[in-house]
């Protein structure tokens, strides 16, 4: 190859580097605080597209973005996924999540630097739980722990593996995660509801000796910062108490509850359970002034209704028919839409059998066959 030639070559390149467009590195360091600033704002459509105004500036030649981040490309993208994704959460649109793992997949394929592999896994796994893909998220939380046990977010992954492990009726699994939280992260902002969640997973589980003594667990003293949670665990170990037949433990809780937590709205639930244990234990007239007690603490017809059907159920148990037969009519009276008008109108008949009015108990039980047939009381009423 001639000199000549050479010559050609050499001013075709000079030319095309002329003319192709350059970029300003300081340019991209500008767009990218730009959007920095609006992510923080909370403006995230438009942070979106500073970011995109960076990536494109950064591609141009000349342009050196490492003095921004080693791996500009992944922050940038994983910056887009992460607008997308708080969009998600503010807005419940879960198309914007869809957009957030386009991103997050690709960062997570092409990220050099650890911190945006933390990062970006992280907040795959976010994505996948607010979506309620719990069976997908699971594993990236637990990647997370796994990969990066110094991280940030490892103390909000092992909660989020908890809840959704929790709402997957995965108890033990979910016990496991919330165990970490209340153990190994004591100024947790999670700590006080991971407590919660372990002792009421014992509760769904019907497992009430293990939920009472977690519910006892949380005090004031262990649990400075969730106060609120105090009265209804307190309720909730009181009923675990009575489940278990322990009704002297129980009552005592209750008596301590009603005197402490008046406001409760968990105040009627003791009430009517107080009345309850009473009428098992055959004390009659407690358990009216606790019926009672609960009738005056609420305005919910759909309690009003229940609580007076058990008044009529404790009296029908001590055998006084007419102060029950009042009590059912009433029930039927004050509350007709209620699932208890219809045990009411067969407890009727039952009165006035033991009562050996055998015509109104005719009439009574002909009323439950004719408004109620098929019904588990048919065969009862006949």
Not at 70 to 92: E, H, M, N, V
Not at 103 to 126: D, M, N, Q, R, S
Not at 170 to 191: C, G, L, Q, T, W
Request: net charge negative; with cysteine.
């Amino acid at each position: 190859m001639n000199l000549k030639v050479l010559g050609v070559i050499a001013g075709i390149v000079l030319a095309v580097v002329m003319l192709w467009p350059s970029g300003s590195s300081q340019k991209v360091k500008i767009l990218y605080e730009e959007a920095e600033q609006l992510l923080s704002e909370g403006k995230y459509e438009d942070a979106i597209t500073k970011y995109n105004e960076a990536l494109d500036e950064s591609k141009k030649w000349g342009v050196n973005t490492e003095v921004i981040d080693k791996d500009f490309d992944s922050l940038a993208k994983y910056k887009i996924a992460f607008c997308y994704a708080k969009l998600g959460d503010t807005t419940g649109d879960l198309t914007y999540y869809d957009k957030a793992l386009k991103y997050i997949k690709e960062v997570y394929a092409k990220a050099i630097v650890p911190k945006h592999k933390e990062a970006v896994t992280f907040l795959w796994g976010h994505v996948l739980f607010k979506m309620e893909r719990y069976e997908e998220a699971e594993p990236k939380f637990r990647e997370l722990i796994a990969n990066f046990p110094n991280s940030t977010n490892v103390e909000n992954a092992w909660y989020s593996v908890g809840v959704l492990n929790y709402q997957l009726e995965r108890y033990e699994e979910a016990r496991k995660a919330f165990r970490v939280i209340v153990d190994e992260f004591p100024n947790s902002k999670f700590r006080d509801d991971a407590q919660y969640r372990i002792a009421q997973s014992y509760m769904k589980e019907k497992n009430w000796e293990m939920a009472y003594q977690e519910f006892d667990k949380i005090t004031p003293e262990m649990f400075p910062k969730q106060r609120q949670l105090i009265p209804e665990a307190r309720y909730k170990s009181a009923y675990c108490l009575m489940m278990l037949n322990r009704d002297d433990e129980a009552l005592s809780r209750y008596a301590q509850f009603v005197t402490d937590y008046p406001e409760s709205r968990y105040i009627t639930a003791a009430y009517f359970d107080m009345g309850t244990i009473y009428t098992r234990q055959k004390d009659y007239e407690s358990a009216l002034q606790n019926y009672q007690l609960a009738l005056e603490s609420t305005d919910d017809p759909r309690l009003k209704a229940e609580i007076q059907y058990n008044i009529g159920e404790n009296y029908f148990d001590q055998e006084d028919y007419e102060s029950a037969l009042a009590a059912y009519q009433k029930v039927i009276q004050d509350y007709p839409n209620s699932s208890f008008v219809q045990p009411s109108k067969f407890k009727i008949g039952e009165c006035y059998m033991k009562m050996k009015d055998w015509k109104n108990a005719v009439q009574a039980y002909q009323v439950v066959l004719k408004d109620y047939p098929g019904s588990e009381y048919e065969p009862y009423s006949t």
